[in-house]
């Protein structure tokens, strides 16, 4: 019977292994002695020695001692204790909201005290609420107290003991052979973290703040170089998969070559070799094909595509978007159609027998190629042979929906070859952090004739003559787009915008014929309204930003982008890239509502400046930082939380150099430093 109860009992206590404190660690990615180890101080605060009162600044955290003059439980307008202290420079005013027992007579007139506490300008001077109270004369911390990111709930005094402890407790023996620390100029590890966790007073805070101390670029050397190994790891994972070796270019590949009406650039040309190559290998390729708006990424994909279908597996094709996706479908269809290849439609809203009729295309291997949106990756798809995964814009793919495509291969033996294609450049550093495992050809060249894009701003009150810009384009055979607001809060709002605008506009120019697109319309509404603005019966097209990527339709000349102000850098220039696709010279008009804030203006002026999309995308991953760019941001992946691809450039070559060495020469050591980075919080972006 004493047992049961005792059963009874411990059942109704929690297990003291998952204390609330530990949860709140958890919350913060804190669970092994490793983890707590590389948390690390947001800022410091001073308690090394006493400041006389005649020097406290407001805003500075500071230790101070003296004697108490008076005190005094006021009641009203509150309950509260006051004191005041002097030092012999001036006086302090101290003050309690919360008053324990005992409290006011420890803090008796002529009763000598240490406080300490965050200063502040108050109704009567300087003062610190709620200042923690000390003994006089006790011996101060010889080192700055750090201040460590936290979570509601979690006191600093718990995250400082406990990382303490951890500090005394964790294998701190440096992962890094000493010739790669050597060679690279590396602070020891161990030395460092102590003395980013507990610095002593006479050391540069400013160095701290701004990450440049020796101990910093240790640590942040130690988490790119961890980064740069799991990519490494990553691309040996693939080199060990298997995939069909596909015949370098054969009959179908030249004859759409032959049918071209023009001859592909040397960019091109350049891609469609290293492709070529990578294809008859046989495992897996993972390349990503990079090139700016208009440059032709479309075209070396089919090289790809029809590479793939001579050498007797399926392709698939797909975008984030429906528009995009017909884009696609129509250049396929018109390439590689009148050569034979049978080709597949899939979205998520065909009609139940289209889609029925689709799927089994697709499974029966009728179909040698199929375009279509995220619906080729349901469950339901099934690929008789797919042998080849082609994506656009596939930054705008969660990473989960690129992994199940690149899963639709036969997984037991054969992975399909990937090709991806962006046309948001990816500057340098964040290619080498987070693209590293994947291959890259890049477009850096147009193709011939195309007249750069003039870029024009207006602020809102001259919407009128922005007005007469349009007709006159119009008069002149050209087409234009008109893109609406964005509105971020809601979606409903945006669509609302979007056809209130579009009856203005057919107002205020009733001689022209004005189309409206959105997300929301029917498949067959937006597929119609594209063909008509294709064909030049809708003159002016006014759209949501459903039109952003990949639309094209080079007699369109003019493009007028409402509250310029309200979007991204990146999408400013996709939305701009639909313009200066013929052969006539094409203007965007920015419209801008003031007041501008200091981002959105230098935003404006970026996009006014330049035209070049990888200088566009350098200053924008120096305005928002990389989740942005990479589309992460709602992933909850975490990137780098020490290193800034901004400032750490040249750290970044460095651990990618030293990650090879150590793979190369020390893989012990590198299977060490992962362990010691990947556990906890930080998980690196792959795909
Ligand atoms: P993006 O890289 O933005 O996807 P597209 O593949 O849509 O660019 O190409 C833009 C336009 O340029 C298309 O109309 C395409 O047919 C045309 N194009 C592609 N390559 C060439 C070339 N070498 N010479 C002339 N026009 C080309
Ligand atoms: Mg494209």
């Not at 008009?589 to 330049?610: C, G, I, K």
Request: charged share 20%; with cysteine; hydrophobic share 45%.
């Amino acid at each position: 019977m004493g047992s049961t109860a005792v059963g009874a009992q411990a059942a109704r206590r929690p297990p003291k292994a998952v204390s609330g404190t530990q949860r709140l660690f958890e919350r913060l990615g804190l669970r092994t002695a490793a983890d707590f180890v590389v948390h690390l101080p947001l800022r410091y605060e001073d308690e090394t020695r006493i400041t006389p009162v005649s020097q406290a600044q407001p805003g500075a955290h500071a230790v101070f001692e003296g004697e108490i003059l008076s005190s005094e439980l006021r009641l009203r307008p509150r309950r509260e204790l006051q004191a005041v202290l002097s030092d012999g420079t001036g006086h302090l005013q101290l003050r309690w909201l919360h008053v324990y027992p005992g409290q006011q007579s420890r803090l008796k007139s002529g009763r000598p005290v240490r406080v300490r506490g965050e200063v502040r300008g108050g109704f009567h001077g300087l003062e610190i609420v709620h200042p923690l109270v000390t003994e006089p004369g006790t011996p101060l911390p010889a080192t700055l107290t750090p201040v460590y990111p936290s979570t509601q709930g979690l006191s600093q005094a718990s995250l400082r003991k406990a990382i303490g402890k951890a500090l005394d407790e964790a294998d701190l023996s440096d992962t890094l052979p000493s010739a790669v620390c050597q060679a690279y100029d590396l602070a020891d590890f161990a030395a460092s973290l102590r003395l980013l966790h507990h610095p002593s007073p006479d050391i540069s805070l400013e160095l701290l703040a701004q990450h440049s101390h020796p101990a910093w670029r240790r640590i942040k050397f130690d988490e790119l170089l961890a980064q740069q190994l799991a990519l490494a790891d990553a691309r040996a994972a693939r080199r060990a998969l298997k995939a069909v070796a596909l015949q370098k270019a054969g009959a179908l590949s030249a004859r759409l070559l032959a049918g071209l009406p023009f001859k592909p650039t040397r960019a091109q040309q350049r891609a469609i070799v290293e492709i070529q190559q990578d294809l008859a290998v046989a495992h897996p390729m993972h390349r990503l094909l990079q090139g700016d708006v208009g440059s032709g990424k479309t075209l070396v994909a089919a090289m790809a595509a029809a590479q793939a279908i001579d050498a007797g597996v399926q392709v698939a094709v797909m975008a984030p978007t429906e528009i995009l996706a017909e884009q696609l479908w129509r250049k396929f269809s018109e390439w590689l159609g009148p050569l034979g290849v049978p080709i597949a439609w899939l979205t998520g809203n065909l009609p139940a027998a289209a889609r029925r009729q689709a799927l089994q295309a697709i499974a029966s291997g009728e179909a040698r190629l199929a375009v279509g949106t995220q619906a080729l990756i349901q469950d339901k798809v099934q690929f008789q042979s797919l042998g080849l995964v082609i994506s656009d814009e596939q930054h705008r793919f969660g990473v989960g929906q690129r992994l199940a495509l690149s899963r639709k291969g036969d997984q037991a033996r054969f992975h399909p070859h990937q090709l991806s294609m962006s046309a948001t450049p990816i500057p340098r550093t964040l290619a080498m952090a987070f693209f590293a495992d994947m291959d890259v050809s890049v477009l850096d060249e147009l193709p011939p004739g195309r007249t750069p894009v003039r870029t024009r701003l207006f602020a809102g009150a001259r919407r009128e003559e922005v007005l007469a810009h349009v007709a006159a384009c119009v008069r002149q055979g050209r087409q234009a787009y008109w893109v609406c607001p964005l509105v971020e809060e809601s979606e409903a709002l945006q669509l609302q915008t979007a056809v209130d605008t579009w009856q203005h506009l057919c107002a205020e120019l009733p001689d022209l014929r004005v189309g409206l697109m959105h997300g929301r319309l029917p498949a067959q509404e937006k597929a119609d309204t594209m063909a008509a603005f294709r064909a030049g019966d809708i003159q002016l097209l006014v759209s949501t930003t459903v039109i952003e990527v990949g639309v094209d339709v080079p007699n369109a000349s003019l493009m007028v982008i409402e509250h310029a102000e309200r979007f991204g850098l990146a999408q400013l220039h996709q939305l701009r890239g639909r313009v200066g696709r013929g052969a006539h010279e094409s203007t965007c008009v920015l419209l801008y509502e003031q007041p501008l804030s200091m981002v959105a203006r230098e935003r404006l002026r970026a996009l006014y400046e330049t035209t070049d999309g990888f200088e566009i995308a350098r200053r924008d991953l120096a305005q928002r930082g990389p989740g942005e760019l990479l589309g992460v941001r709602q992933s909850g992946q975490a990137l780098l939380r020490f290193a800034d691809l901004n400032d750490d450039e040249s750290l970044l070559e460095q651990a990618r150099e030293a990650a090879a060495w150590l793979v190369r020469d020390f893989p012990e050591q590198a299977r060490a430093h992962q362990q010691r980075w990947m556990s906890g919080a930080s998980q690196y972006l792959r795909s």
